[in-house]
Nanobody, 122 residues
Framework: QVALVESGGRLVQAGGSLRLSCAAS????????MAWFRQTPGKESEFVAL????????NYADSFKGRFTISRDKAENTMYLQMNNLKPEDAAVYSC???????????????WGQGTQVTVSS
């Protein structure tokens, strides 16, 4: 059984940085893909970035390239999302997910965390 727990969300000023964490329990296979999605009220869930657990290969939604960085620590079984130059429109609930496909589509992910709230003040 896999459980994902996000942490690190908080209130931050515009222009600031934040690092989110996603701790995974249970075995994480090299072929697994881990991803970050975000959602704001009234909007559809938005893909942010993904990483293949074994190789570290990454992929980002165009909107976040250059500002956000996804990474993982295999020894700690934890994934991270470093977010820089945050903007008020980045405020959302950020959730991590685990799947097997290198995909931006949330339907490809089998396991989800509960989410962590990021608030950005202007």
């Amino acid at each position: 059984q896999v459980a994902l727990v996000e942490s690190g969300g908080r209130l931050v000023q515009a222009g600031g940085s934040l690092r989110l964490s996603c701790a995974a329990s249970g075995r994480t296979f090299s072929s697994a893909v881990m991803a970050w999605f975000r959602q704001t009220p009234g909007k559809e869930s938005e893909f942010v970035a993904l990483i293949r657990w074994g190789t570290g290969a990454t992929n980002y939604a165009d909107s976040f390239k250059g500002r956000f960085t996804i990474s993982r620590d295999k020894a700690e079984n934890t994934m991270y999302l470093q977010m820089n130059n945050l903007k008020p429109e980045d405020a959302a609930v950020y959730s991590c997910a685990k799947g097997r496909q290198f995909s931006h589509y949330r339907g490809e992910y089998d396991y989800w965390g509960q989410g962590t709230q990021v608030t950005v003040s202007s």
